[in-house]
Structures are given as C-alpha cells and as structure tokens.
C-alpha cells in the first residue's frame, strides 16, 4: 500500500515538473525569437472608498437636508444623485405648482367672466402654459439660473435648452434635489406668474395680443426677477448673495411673481381701457361654482408653491405649511366679515378673494414667519386688499376686470413688506443674519419691482398694440371672445 502511494507520489512529481519546464522552455524560446516588450505601466492606483464614518455622515446630511460634509478620505459619495424621499417631495410640489395653473387659475377666472368669454379665459391660460415651456427650456432657465450667470440683473446662455441640466445631478437648486427637477419647479412659476395678468384685462384683449405680450414680457420682467430674487449672485438675493445690492428675502415669490404680475396687470388695464358696457350692463360672475372649485383648487396648489419652496421635505417646509394654511383661512374670514358688516352679506366671492389674497401675502414670508405671525398677516391681507378692490379701484376709476392688481399687486406688496416686519430667526435661521434693517431693504425691493414692471409692461403693451393691436372689434366684444377668437362656446344649452 505505501509502495503505491510513493508511485503515485513520484509520478504526480514528474508530471507537475513537466508541467512547469515546458511553458518555461516555451516562454524562453519566444523571448529569444521577439523583440521584448516595453515595460508594463504602473497600475492605476484604485478610488479611495468613503470611511464608514463618512457614509453615516452622508445619511445625517440627507435626513436633516444639508450639504454632504467634506471627505477626509477624498472619496466620493456613494449617495451623490437625488435623495429619493426630498425629489419625490418635489416632484409632487412641482405637479401643485402646475395645478395651481391648470385647472385652478383656469377655472377661478373662467367663472369670474360671462358665459361668452369664458373658453377665451381657458385658452389663454392653456396657451400660456405651453408657450412658456419651451421658452424655459430654450433659454429662459438659463437667463433665470444659468450656472455661469456673473451679472446681478440677469442669466447668460451657459443652461440653454437644458445644457448641462441632468435628472442624476444635484446642486442647481438645493443639495438632495434632482437639477432636473429644480428647473420643472421654476418652470411653473414661470408659467403662473403671467397667467395671473390676464385677470386685469379679461373680456377685451386678443388672444394673440395676450401671447405677444406674454413673451415679450418674459424676457423683460419674469427673466430678470427670477434671477434678482433667487439667483446665488442676485442683485435682490439677501439669503445666498453677500454682495446683493439689496439684501431683501422673498420665500415663495411675493416679488418675483404676485408685485411682477400684479403691477404689470394695473398698468396693461389702464392702457387697454375699459369693458365695452362697463357700469350700463350687468358684469356679474356666471358661475361661481367654477370660481370656488377654482379657489379650492388654488390653495391645493398653494402647497407646493410656499411649502416646496423650501426644497424638501424639512422643518422650514412644515412651517410654510402652517403659515399658509393659517393665513389664508384667516384672510378668507376677515373678507368676509367686513363684507357682512359692510354688504349684509359674507359672499362666496368674499370667502373665494379673501383666501386668494392670504395666500398672496403669505407666499414671501412662509417660510421667515411663525404661526402667530401668520394668523395676525391674514387679517391684515383680509382687510388691506378688500379696500382695494371695494373701494379703491371705484375710487380711481380702472377696470380691474377680476381684481388682479386688487388681489395680486396690492397683496403682493403687503406681503413682501410684512415679511420684513414679522421675519424671525425662529422660524428660519437664515433670517438672523438680514435681520437689520430688513424692513428697509423690503421697501427698497418693492420700489425697485413696482417702477421696472410698471416702465417695462408700459413699453411692451405700446409695441404690440402699434404691431398687432391689443383689442378686438366692438363687436367681437359684445358677441364674446369664445366664438370670434376661438370657434367654440363654453356651453351648448
């Protein structure tokens, strides 16, 4: 038995021999016969991976919606794209956003008008919607946010039709939310913010008037706000520009889009003039039904206007909730008290305007102010506005056809000085260090934004009224918008 296992040994001993000796044999024989290679490069040195340590750093930051801390390792994360939970909070805020638009402005307005005008009420906030879209992704992103932008007024064209935008890379707008994303969420802004005009001059402006303006009036007004307000380098940018000539906070949009729209909306009803009947005919909403599943509508909304604003799903995003849900039903309360002391009556139109315009001065503030401070802001946006609309507008004699300046400028301004009075660090550390004088600086953004839209809506409506013309014949009036303008009718029966 050990005898065989020696032989077996031996042989197996042989054989791993051979085995060796002849590739060594071989290799010999084809070094003598070749040209030997060149010396083999250094290997790449491998990616440094991130500590432990560091992996749980990258998770603290994701909870709590901050940057990702420094790596002492060098390594890159291993979470570096979109957080899914604050994304998935954006991609809903950003769906509200649009929403607010189509279908709740739409109907809002529509049901403020008459029965004939109201598809032309419809298509022009549909028709702004997708004019304005490709117009973001062709270069109005990139004037508004463009990542190389050096001016404090205005973007370049370093973004333009979505460059360097990617679904996979954060940064643009906030640490954990997809680049993307970010520029779908200002896009529906974009888009709110000139549908809100056309509330002043409902009833009497051509639809294709309306786009001309609408486009022009980007680039002249929205563009640059949008980049003053919000831009790291804007001229109006407190929170994230150290060197913003005016070192003003704007939340959600008091400036950029309610004073914006709501003052380039007085100046365009005044140029336009008055419905054809005003003060001889009754005017009266057809259906305020759509009008209150408008506002209701509108509120929804409003969620992801102020609440999303914060960019994620956060504390300072739970406080812009509080604070607009409060001022806005506050608002909605006193508006319609005052009209039950005043009237009689607490209207619906009451109820529906008055909750509007507490969202309307809310919006700057949302996420600066604490739940009192919203509850006494909703009172103040209750009474201010009401006056506007009750009172002030009969006083001065402009037809206002839905109350956007009423609402939206006259709101708009409230809220972005209001939000220099009640801001507090409690409720948003960033406000700590714009805290003197604030209320200053509010002014002066306010001023700015009233004189630049007014001048530039002025020079823009004279244009397209000198090209195109702004009004329809006198009797495509009287007949109504919706079959002229479109060939349809709201209704059949």
Not at 223 to 250: Q, R, Y
Not at 336 to 351: D, N, Q
Request: proline share 4%; net charge neutral; aromatic share 10%.
């Amino acid at each position: 038995m050990t005898s065989r296992y020696l032989c077996k040994v031996r042989a197996l001993t042989a054989a791993a021999i051979a085995s060796i000796a002849i590739p060594m044999c071989m290799t010999a024989h084809a070094q003598e016969a070749a040209t030997p290679p060149p010396a083999a490069e250094a290997a790449a040195p491998a990616a440094a991976t991130p500590t432990l340590e560091e992996r749980i750093a990258d998770v603290e930051a994701y909870m709590n919606n901050v940057a990702r801390p420094e790596k002492a390792s060098g390594a890159t994360s291993l979470v570096a794209g979109p957080g899914p939970g604050t994304n998935a909070w954006q991609m809903v805020s950003t769906a509200l956003v649009l929403f607010m638009t189509l279908p709740g402005l739409a109907l809002f307005y529509g049901g403020l008008v008459r029965r004939k005008n109201v598809l032309s009420v419809l298509a022009q906030c549909l028709g702004i919607a997708c004019v304005v879209t490709p117009l973001w992704w062709l270069c109005g992103y990139s004037l508004s946010f463009g990542v190389d932008a050096k001016s404090a007024f205005i973007g370049d064209f370093s973004n333009m039709m979505f460059k360097g935008v990617e679904p996979g890379n954060v940064g643009a707008g906030y640490y954990w939310i997809s680049d993307s994303m970010w520029a779908m969420f200002q896009l529906t802004f974009a888009i709110i913010t000139p549908a809100l005009i056309i509330g002043a001059i409902a009833e009497r402006m051509k639809f294709a008037a309306i786009m001309a303006f609408v486009v022009i009036w980007m680039f002249a007004v929205y563009f640059p706000f949008a980049h003053m307000v919000w831009s790291t380098v804007g001229f109006m940018c407190g929170p994230l520009n150290p060197a913003a000539g005016i070192k003003a906070i704007d939340f959600a949009g008091g400036t950029v889009v309610h004073m914006t729209s709501g003052w380039s909306a007085l100046v365009l009803c005044l140029i336009l003039g008055k419905r054809k009947g005003l003060g001889k005919e009754s005017m009266a909403p057809h259906s305020m039904v759509l009008c209150m599943v408008g506002t209701g509508m509108l509120w929804v909304g409003w969620y992801g206007f102020n609440a999303g604003s914060a960019l994620g799903a956060d504390a300072i995003a739970s406080n812009a909730f509080v604070t607009t849900t409060l001022c806005a039903a506050t608002a909605g309360l006193a508006w319609a008290l005052i009209e039950w002391i005043c009237k009689g009556k607490p209207s619906v139109l009451g109820f529906c305007s008055g909750i509007v315009a507490g969202l309307v001065v809310i919006t700057p503030a949302a996420g600066f102010v604490t739940s009192t401070s919203s509850v006494i802001m909703g009172v103040i946006a209750g009474v201010v506005p009401f006056l506007a609309v009750a009172y002030l507008k009969q006083m001065l004699g402009y037809d206002d056809a839905l109350d956007t300046f009423g609402v939206h400028g006259v709101g708009g301004t409230l809220g972005a000085i209001l939000t220099g009075v009640f801001a507090d660090e409690k409720a948003n550390s960033v406000v700590a260090g714009l805290k003197n004088g604030l209320i200053v600086e509010q002014l002066k953004a306010v001023g700015l934004t009233i004189v630049w839209s007014v001048v530039a809506t002025a020079i823009i409506a004279y244009i397209v009224k000198a090209v195109i013309g702004l009004r329809p014949s006198a009797e495509v009036e009287e007949a109504g918008l919706d079959l002229a303008e479109h060939g349809e009718q709201g209704y059949e029966h």
